[in-house]
């Protein structure tokens, strides 16, 4: 079993729909928790960094933690076409040497 | 652009080729790392510099698969005598807290 679980889709919504994303994970250790961006043949673009639990909002993203649970939730609002992409959890603890594990992805397509 | 810059953005060899890749990171960003992705998957962690001490090693990192910061600036990559299995994206990263990743280095090995 990996340590950052995703389904990877392809989750398919009209423009405009509230695009709820989600991750579970198995290590208690991890503290910080990034959702990444990645359109086709691109590197991984950060769109959200928490720390341990609770919510953060950025636009039309919030990114929401909840640790008891072990499960990470990335919502998009208004989406829209170019919002498309395959969008990744990561997970970092303490004590790694801030290296990062990533779920396998989620692919978004937004249809207009 | 101050962003992570990787070089070449493709790569086509040969197997048992040997084959490089650079990295410059953001300046001011201390610690480095190399990831690896093949499609339909996500990155997965390779190897990591802080400054230009190589602090961390995956056992995917064979011994084919060597990993150089000199001065604790630019990284290279070099993988030797490559194989089928090498053919994936290869992603360099720098960060102070938060990682920012390069555009990858897609490496086909025929």
Known sequence: QKEVEQDPGPLSVPEGAIVSLNCTYS???????????QYSRKGPELLM????????????????V?????????FIRDSQPSDSATYLCACRSLN???MLTFGGGTRLMVKP | DTGVSQDPRHKITKRGQNVTFRCDPISEHNRLYWYRQTLGQ???F????????????SRLLSDRFSAE??????????????EQGDSAMY???SSFSEAFFGQGTRLTVV
């Open chain 2, 42 to 44: 996500g990155p997965e």
């Open chain 1, 27 to 37: 290590n208690s250790a991890f503290q910080y928790f990034m959702w990444y961006r």
């Open chain 1, 66 to 74: 909840d640790k008891s649970s072990k499960y990470i939730s990335l």
């Open chain 1, 49 to 64: 960094y928490t720390y341990s639990s609770g919510n953060k909002e950025d636009g039309r993203f919030t990114a929401q």
């Open chain 2, 91 to 93: 992603l360099c990263a």
């Open chain 2, 46 to 57: 390779l190897t990591y510099f802080q400054n230009e001490a190589q602090l961390e090693k």
């Open chain 2, 69 to 82: 910061r000199p001065k604790g600036s630019f990284s290279t990559l070099e993988i030797q005598r490559t």
């Open chain 1, 96 to 98: 790694a040497g801030n």
